[in-house]
């Protein structure tokens, strides 16, 4: 592109663009975009940005008071933010925002366990208590499907509740895990490899068990009892998804992918089905990645034969779902140079030249929301594939081009996007004295 059509482009989008000046107001033309669809869904552009938790919390604020939404999903486990769901709603023996976040153990804790969401929760637990008595409260709920074992606990805790006969016909099936303690991943591999053979039968078996019961378990259709047997019934779900999903890690990335992103789709689709049986249509926000929530079919990795949950939301519910990603062109990051390793905080090195991003920071305006599905020049520009950045948990500057940028079609991949030039990183809960060190500057793009 000739530098005279980028200033075209980059003037195109000045005009277009709505600039996020930290008024309520900013968000008045996405609010109208929105309309009376009934799944947003909002991503991120990296797991470790203040700025995309604080903005994305704020949207949803305005969501859940001015039309009606009444659930938050989120890009982690069942069990772990079930807890968090049982705080804001009033209904737990935990005193605090905090401490209603304290399962989230896992690496990456901090994309859970930050300052941002801890806000979020408190703000959450606030508005439910300030609902009038019989008010629908808003729920908090995880899609992920990575705690296996604790969701077998789960499920056992209930049962014993409830059928303590079913609880030892379930024990017995998920014995068939104990040789891995809890190791997940060597489960994985041992059985896709032919070393043993895997619990794929018994996890089948024991959600559909509990499936057939259900009128037993549900007395009268008796609300509580109803809640209490679909958590259960999730998370007996969630281990037949993830006995699958850990098999399939050694088989190849295409299909691990698919397994997660349409567990995370269907979770979601009982969710809304369970929470329709209170008699209104629900409303439900969605929180992830931009990977998982930009229409895949848009992006290279539709080309690979992945699919997303924003792919398959928009195919199940059409217009009313809205899509909406954020991007950023430089600043700080909370992450890990490698899987499992320490929380760092990471300088995010400017975006490559041939990037959206590069292009949106071009415009000299700091923050700005764009929407995508606006009949203009630059728009229908925007339309031809360009790099985007993402930075999930893991950030390596070093090898920045082939680790963080894809190719893609921002207006058939997102709704709405929103900019913010310079970002700073979350602010993890469990701040180390590493972290608290940071990262010294980039010489980059300097080769010296």
Not at 64 to 84: C, L, M, N, S
Not at 89 to 98: C, I, K, L, R
Not at 279 to 295: A, F, I, Q, Y
Not at 368 to 390: M, T, V
Request: charged share 25%; with cysteine; proline share 4%.
């Amino acid at each position: 592109m000739v530098e005279a059509t980028i200033t075209n482009v980059v003037e195109a989008l000045r005009k277009s663009a709505y600039r996020i000046t930290g008024t309520k107001a900013d968000y008045d033309p996405l609010l109208n975009m929105i309309g009376d669809a009934r799944f947003v869904l909002i991503g991120e552009a990296s797991h470790g940005t203040h700025e995309f938790y604080e903005q994305r919390a704020e949207i949803t604020k305005r969501l859940i008071q001015e039309k009606g939404f009444t659930a938050v999903a989120i890009e982690a486990d069942w069990p772990d933010t079930y807890r968090v769901n049982r705080y804001v709603q009033g209904v737990s023996e935990d005193f605090s925002p905090t401490e209603a976040l304290s399962n989230f153990q896992r690496f990456p804790n901090w994309m859970w366990r930050n300052t941002d969401i801890m806000n979020f929760v408190n703000w959450l637990r606030e508005y439910n208590d300030n609902l009038p008595q019989n008010a629908t409260k808003v729920g908090f709920y995880g899609l992920d499907l990575y705690s296996m074992y604790a969701s077998i606990e789960e499920v056992l805790n209930y049962l014993e509740r409830v059928d303590p006969e079913a609880a030892n016909r379930a024990r017995y099936r998920y014995s068939c895990f104990e040789h891995f303690g809890e190791d997940s991943q060597t489960y994985g591999y041992v059985t896709s490899v032919g070393l043993s053979k895997s619990c794929e039968e018994e996890v089948v078996k024991q959600l559909q068990e509990m499936q057939r019961r259900a009128a037993e378990y549900i007395h009268n259709n008796h609300q509580l009892a109803a809640d209490e047997f679909f958590v259960a019934e999730q998370n007996a779900r969630l281990v037949k998804n993830a006995e699958a999903y850990y098999r399939s890690m050694f088989s190849g990335r295409v299909s691990s992918w698919n397994i997660r992103d349409r567990h995370m789709a269907e979770t979601l689709e009982h969710l809304v089905e369970h929470l329709d049986q209170r008699g209104t249509p629900s409303k439900v926000v969605v929180w992830e990645h931009n990977s998982h929530l930009g229409d895949a079919r848009a992006t290279d990795m539709g080309k690979l034969g992945e699919v997303n949950v924003g792919q398959l939301v928009r195919d199940r519910y059409g217009k009313d779902a809205v899509l909406i990603g954020f991007t950023t062109y430089t600043g700080t990051v909370t992450a890990a140079s490698g899987w499992g390793e320490t929380t760092e905080l990471k300088q995010v090195r400017s975006a490559l030249p041939e990037s959206y991003e590069a292009l949106f920071h071009q415009t000299g305006i700091p923050q700005f929301l764009l929407l995508l599905q606006d009949d203009n020049p630059a728009i229908n520009i925007l339309k031809q594939p360009r790099l985007e950045r993402a930075i999930g948990v893991i950030y390596q500057p070093e090898t920045e081009r082939v680790s963080h940028y894809f190719q893609a079609s921002l207006p058939n991949q997102f709704d709405a996007v929103i900019h913010i030039d310079d970002t700073r990183a979350v602010q993890p809960l469990d701040r180390t004295a590493y972290w608290e060190l940071g990262e010294a500057p980039e010489t980059y793009p300097s080769a010296l």
